[in-house]
């Protein structure tokens, strides 16, 4: 029941927050996409993973992100053509568990 503008807004300012707001360290080395030491082990190893489905991961984890948000997020990269939908599959089952 959210817009794909407000999705959006929020996803910016979300991917934003989690690679400007660490925990505290100097910030030394952070390319800012993310710390990818939180991601699980399948997703570095398999190249199938873009970077937006990483980002997309690394803000759930760090953001309290709705449910409804994390789904229009997805549905937006496909029909951007950010993400396949066998990796939107992927990504739902990471992240709506």
Known sequence: GMSRETAASMLSSLSRTASGSGSGSSGSGSSGSGDLD???E???EDGQWSDYSRELYYAVQHGNLSKELVDASIQMAIQEGRISEEEAEKLYILLMQ
């Open 38 to 40: 939180e991601v699980p």
């Open 42 to 44: 399948e997703m570095l």
